[in-house]
């Protein structure tokens, strides 16, 4: 199974957003072919109306099945009322052929921290219990610093008791943005994935404009960055399930 991890677009009518990039990422997104698009928060800026209307216009663009959570961006200014209205549910779970995915609305209205709570960890656990399926958990907020983001900030407030539910359940995959900055780490059994941002003018240092594809076979994660302005895709990490090894060219 295909994945292709999009985040932060920033859809505004101000400097954040670059359409042409958009573009430009949007026609090298669908000759990967992903079976999901799984779009981690931050659509919009500002939350605002017209922005959701951009979002959903330039969204269309995309030929795969989307699934979408918010981000804090989204919840500003009565966002989070819109966010349904637009995208449907903000937090689910979704039943694929070889997967269940949860995702899930880490962000909270006018505020650019995050928490998930308790409901969603038992949300977690009863659906790991319900389905001999690999889940993937999917949410906008980071789960511990992202190297090369600048000064930590906005990492979930329960960070720690989400990760060990994660870990405890050994939860092969989850996929975050927010930071701007596409990495990856293995802790125990899981693989921890930021995508940078797919549109945002906001880019860090000379990582660009970026997307992630997660290709997923039997026992085996393979992640590929995918730099848009360079045109260039770099196979970053590849997790074997089943004896545990993760080579991570993060670190080459």
Request: proline fraction near 4%.
């Amino acid at each position: 199974m295909r994945i292709a991890h999009i985040s932060d677009i920033h859809c505004t009518f101000g400097s954040d957003f670059n359409p042409k990039m958009f573009d430009k990422a949007v026609k090298t997104l669908n000759k990967f072919e992903a079976d999901i698009v799984f779009i981690s928060g931050d659509l919009t800026t500002e939350g605002l109306l017209s922005e959701y209307d951009l979002a959903k216009e330039k969204l269309k663009q995309i030929e795969s099945k989307l699934a979408i959570v918010p981000g804090n961006h989204d919840e500003r200014n009565l966002g989070f009322k819109l966010f349904p209205e637009f995208f449907g549910e903000p937090s689910f779970v979704h039943t694929y052929d070889d997967l269940n995915f949860i995702g899930f609305a880490s962000s909270e209205p006018d505020k650019d921290t995050g928490r998930l709570g308790r409901k969603r960890h038992k949300i977690i656990e009863k659906a790991i219990k319900e389905t001999s399926k690999m889940t993937v958990i999917g949410f906008h907020h980071h789960l511990i610093p992202v190297p090369n983001s600048g000064r930590e900030a906005n990492i979930l407030d329960d960070a720690g008791e989400t990760l060990d539910i994660i870990l405890r359940n050994e939860v092969p995959l989850v996929l975050m943005g927010h930071r701007h900055v596409p990495w990856g780490v293995k802790i125990h059994k899981t693989l921890l994935m930021n995508a940078g941002t797919f549109s945002c003018n906001r880019t860090r240092a000379h990582f660009g404009n970026t997307f992630n594809i997660v290709d997923i076979d039997d026992d085996v994660i393979e992640v590929t960055v995918v730099n848009v302005g360079e045109e260039k895709e770099k196979k970053m990490i590849e997790f074997n399930l089943e004896d545990g090894c993760c080579v991570n060219r993060n670190y080459d």
